[in-house]
Nanobody, 118 residues
Framework: VQLQASGGGVVQPGGSLRLSCSAS????????MGWYRQAPEQKRELVAS???????NYAGSVKGRFTISRDYAKNSVYLQMNSLKIEDTAVYYC?????????????WGKGTQVTVSS
């Protein structure tokens, strides 16, 4: 599975960005897609995830500000990020996994930088 992400950039606090990621290759019928992020000197953390049944999961710090969605026909996942804060600055990684999820078998895309700065 190959993942292609796009949409990062520089935005002022309070602004919005939309990340996109498309999966290609060996697509599983039951799968999950999501976004993780890693800030400098921080551990990588889950931002949001969504499964083929539409169930979603968000980090507490982004609830109410970020929305994850999917286009199943395009094997794509999107992350709409509103009311961005400086602390949202990080490299964002798209990820894909087969359900049931197996430890260490996620697929990862190259990161896309999101910088929130005044």
């Amino acid at each position: 599975v190959q993942l292609q992400a796009s949409g990062g950039g520089v935005v002022q606090p309070g602004g919005s960005l939309r990340l996109s990621c498309s999966a290609s290759g060996n697509i599983f019928s039951l799968n999950g897609m999501g976004w993780y992020r890693q800030a400098p000197e921080q551990k990588r953390e889950l931002v949001a995830s969504i499964s083929t049944d539409g169930s979603t999961n968000y980090a507490g710090s982004v609830k109410g500000r970020f929305t994850i969605s999917r286009d199943y026909a395009k094997n794509s996942v999107y992350l709409q990020m509103n009311s961005l804060k400086i602390e949202d600055t990080a490299v964002y990684y798209c990820t894909y996994w087969r359900i049931p999820r197996e430890l260490g078998k996620d697929y990862w895309g190259k990161g896309t930088q999101v910088t929130v700065s005044s």
